[in-house]
């Protein structure tokens, strides 16, 4: 049963996935994040001016990027009466930005809401701690930007730490992960043919070359490699792991946005709703294993919702590593034939703040073309927390 005061999304679309120091490798994260806040408003078909907030999910918040969400709003040329401001639950920021564009209509802070998540990974900086109070002697160290914020610092060790954690915990075997991590190349590279993604993506024109340009349209991290060689890879982070970079997601830039607002809203605009938001929540686990906290965020949901997740049709299940998504999809009784579909991070990449826009997208075209009717989006989140979002397809 609808209601006037359901939180629908009207429109949402993303850029194609960037590698590391791939297509995307000159493109600010500023500038991802305008263009999919543009288009989103123009496939809405509202006007620039009817955003009453922008939020954005984003976790390198360096440097100038200390601006990222008034930027992106501003650049992508709504007003400047029109407010942002951005949001860091590391991988869960871009849904994190959904959730609290719920919460601004909810209570009525707002009509219209656009949330978006962008990141360029590739351009993290590195930096020196002691330059500003001058070093006196000895070897100064460079760090990089990109690895801190993959570095959980109260251990401190590497979110691949926490994988291998996981795997052992839930007895989680190299062969296992190493099947999935093909199964989602594959998954990828048959959407990619056969233009599954097409509609949902943004193309842009990104600098190639010193004066040319060149579109870039079609998710470039997927890998067509042969299932027996994934077993030839040396463990990424500890000598004795199984953990690899063919079973862990991919290092990557992106952004995606989507509109926001009240079923009331809709219909006094004449807007066509996509879909519902039926809920959301966060659980907190072990930052040891960070990567299980879909599991128990997903249940706190369910609980909410009074629904069970073996009912939901379609679940983007966030693949920061093999080892964590088959960890959740056995706790959780995943029926996996619905799981990632159209494959996931493994292949496609997890560019962080972006990708919890980028699975709400995904899953909303996929329902579409699919006539599916409920679907789940569950991250991991780093640090040990997990955030899931529950939708609906309007006309179901």
Not at 266 to 288: D, F
Request: proline share 3%.
């Amino acid at each position: 049963m609808t209601q006037a005061n359901d939180i629908v999304i009207v429109s949402g679309v993303r850029t194609a996935i960037g590698g590391f120091n791939g297509s995307l490798k000159h493109t600010h994260q500023h500038d991802l994040g305008a263009a999919v806040i543009r288009e989103a408003v123009a496939r809405a078909g509202i006007a620039p001016q009817e955003v009453d907030e922008v939020i954005v999910g984003n976790v390198g918040q360096v440097a100038e990027s200390g601006f990222i969400a008034r930027i992106c709003q501003l650049r992508a040329g709504l007003p400047n009466d029109t407010t942002a401001y951005s949001v860091n639950r590391q991988c869960g920021s871009g849904l994190q930005a959904l959730a609290n564009g719920m919460q601004a209509l909810q209570t009525a802070q707002a009509e219209i809401v656009v949330a978006c998540g962008t990141e360029n990974m590739t351009q993290l900086p590195y930096y020196l701690r002691q330059a500003r109070d001058g070093y006196r002697m000895g070897h100064g160290v460079l760090e990089d930007g990109l690895t801190s914020i993959l570095t959980w610092p109260e251990g401190p060790y590497h979110n691949g730490i926490t994988a291998e954690n996981v795997a052992e915990r839930f007895a989680i075997t190299r062969d296992a992960m190493d099947d999935f991590a093909w199964s989602s190349q594959q998954k990828a590279l048959s959407a990619i043919a056969e233009g599954r993604f097409r509609d949902q993506i943004l193309a842009l024109d990104v600098p190639d070359g010193k004066k040319a340009t060149r579109r870039f349209d079609t998710d470039e991290h997927p890998r067509d490699t042969a299932r027996e060689k994934l077993a030839t890879l040396r463990p990424a982070f500890k000598a004795d792991g199984v953990v690899t970079a063919a079973n862990s997601s991919g290092i990557n830039d992106g952004a995606a946005a989507l509109v926001m607002m009240t079923r009331q809203q809709a219909e006094q605009r004449g807007l066509t709703p996509q879909m519902r938001i039926r809920g959301w929540a966060v659980a907190g686990c072990g930052a040891e294993i960070m990567g299980f906290g879909p599991a128990p965020a997903t249940r706190r949901l369910m609980d909410r919702l009074g629904m069970d997740v073996r009912d939901i049709d379609l679940i983007e299940l966030n693949e920061a590593f093999a080892a964590q998504a088959l960890a959740v999809i056995n706790d959780l009784q995943l029926d996996a034939s619905r799981v990632n579909v159209n494959g996931g991070a493994i292949a496609l990449g997890h560019p962080v703040g972006a990708s919890g826009a980028i699975l709400p997208v995904k899953l909303m075209y996929e329902m579409a073309r699919s006539g599916a009717r409920t679907g789940l989006v569950t991250m991991c989140v780093g640090g040990g927390q997990g955030i899931s979002m529950v939708f609906e397809r309007e006309g179901a």
